[in-house]
């Protein structure tokens, strides 16, 4: 008699009230051309990831929005979390492997109460988590203290020792969140980095415009690698 299937992991989506991408691309190939990738991108780390819960070897959970799914990328696997395990592999010598909860338009309540949940309860104990967020709830929410309220929550939530990224961009709504997380850092150990501060903008941006290229994403992976390579003691050249 064979053991049971485990229950696969589930199809995270974030379910949109208002389809805005749907409705500028009428108007903006460049946007339309990008939302076209979502679904396709899920789909493909769906896949990804059940293959990746069963394997051997050390594993790295992330979390986050679209960002971290590669979104913008010409390809699914241009993305820096890909950029950042081959590198990784390639300086430990170990099969890492990387189960991507993040989803399109994620925001804190998702991390929160969608991914952090899958996290506890179907993934055992990871080696690694990051978590990169936050950028959905400053561009399409306007009240701060809800969005703060969330923030907290979900840092309150993810792991002791997660690798968190700061947000940047003008204002100062991304240094009010920036506080939150420096705050839960001091407590549950976070290594906090800028996954934001590139050398430019210039032609790192997919055609819409607010989604990284494959230039961005390069551009990610070098911000996020040294802080990778420092939470676990690798080497960073």
């Known amino acids: ?16 009230r208002v389809d805005l991408p749907r409705f500028i691309g ?6 339309a051309q990008i939302d076209a990738q979502t679904e396709q ?9 059940e293959g990746a819960r069963h394997d051997d070897g050390p594993l790295w959970v992330a ?12 390809e699914w696997h241009f993305g820096w979390t890909h950029l950042v395990i081959d590198r990784l592999r390639a300086a430990t010598g170990e099969p890492w492997r990387l189960v991507n909860l993040a989803m399109s338009g994620g925001r804190f309540r998702d991390v929160a109460d969608r991914q952090i949940p899958v996290l506890r309860t179907m993934l055992g104990t990871p080696d690694l988590v990051t978590c990169v967020i936050g950028s959905n709830d400053l561009m399409w929410r306007r009240g701060t203290a809800a969005i703060h ?13 997660t690798l968190v990224s700061r947000l940047s961009g003008p204002g100062s709504r991304p240094g009010r969140l920036n506080e939150i ?14 996954i934001w501060n590139w050398p430019s903008g210039r032609n790192a941006l997919a055609a819409d415009y ?6 961005g994403y390069r551009y990610m992976a070098e911000l996020a690698w040294p802080a990778l390579a420092a939470k676990l003691g690798v080497p960073v050249e």
């Open 1 to 16: 008699m064979h053991p049971p299937r485990p229950t696969p992991l589930p199809r995270l989506r974030r379910k949109r």
């Open 26 to 31: 009428r108007f903006s190939e460049g946007v």
């Open 41 to 49: 991108y899920h789909s493909r780390w769906d896949d990804h990831n």
């Open 63 to 74: 979390l986050g929005d679209s960002s971290t799914q590669g979104v913008g990328a010409s």
């Open 149 to 161: 309220r969330d923030a907290d929550d979900a840092m309150a939530r993810i792991p002791a020792g």
């Open 181 to 194: 997380f420096e705050r839960h850092a001091v407590d549950r150990e976070f290594g906090l980095f800028d």
């Open 210 to 215: 607010v989604h990284p290229n494959d230039l």
